[in-house]
């Protein structure tokens, strides 16, 4: 496992909406909102933390795993690669909280999947109108199965 020379804070959030399955999420109308809400929900801030690949899905904090229990979602700061600005920009990754386990006294494992909507799709990508097409075996005449949708 390698592990990025990054260290930064990371922010532990509790009472959250955000689930796994996307079955409960926000739209937030700008990044602005989107990280006053987020630091609204902070609970927990641990600085100077080296973390592991974000593709690994596994992040070891130095904190003990009761002072973490009640998050269930967390935020982190991670440096653009390429980058070559004197100021280093960065992109803010967010996340949900699988589980927690005991390492030892200070040190907790978090399991973890990056929240691809919060993370890159609301401020990344450009939704434009779509086309859903549905085939029935019933009645297959072109148009018969039109119906305006608010996708």
């Not at 930064?8 to 689930?19: H, N, Q």
């Not at 980058?83 to 949900?96: K, L």
């Amino acid at each position: 496992m390698a592990v990025t020379a990054f260290t930064g804070e990371i922010y532990f959030l509790k009472g959250t909406p955000f689930t796994p399955d996307y079955t409960h999420s926000i739209y937030f109308s700008s990044l602005a909102a989107q990280q006053s809400y987020m630091q609204s929900k902070v609970d927990r801030t641990l600085t100077e933390q080296n973390y592991v690949k974000t593709e690994s899905g596994k992040i070891r904090v130095q904190s003990q795993e009761e002072h973490i229990r009640d998050c269930n979602y967390m935020m982190w700061k991670t440096p653009v690669i390429g980058d070559s600005s004197p100021e280093p920009a960065y992109t803010w990754m967010y996340a949900f909280i699988l589980g927690i386990d005991y390492v030892s006294n200070n040190v907790s494992e978090i399991t973890y999947a990056i929240d691809v909507l919060q993370t890159y799709a609301l401020f990344n990508v450009d939704f434009k109108e779509c086309l859903v097409e549905r085939l029935t075996p019933f009645n297959d005449t072109i148009g018969a199965h039109i119906e305006p949708e608010s996708i």
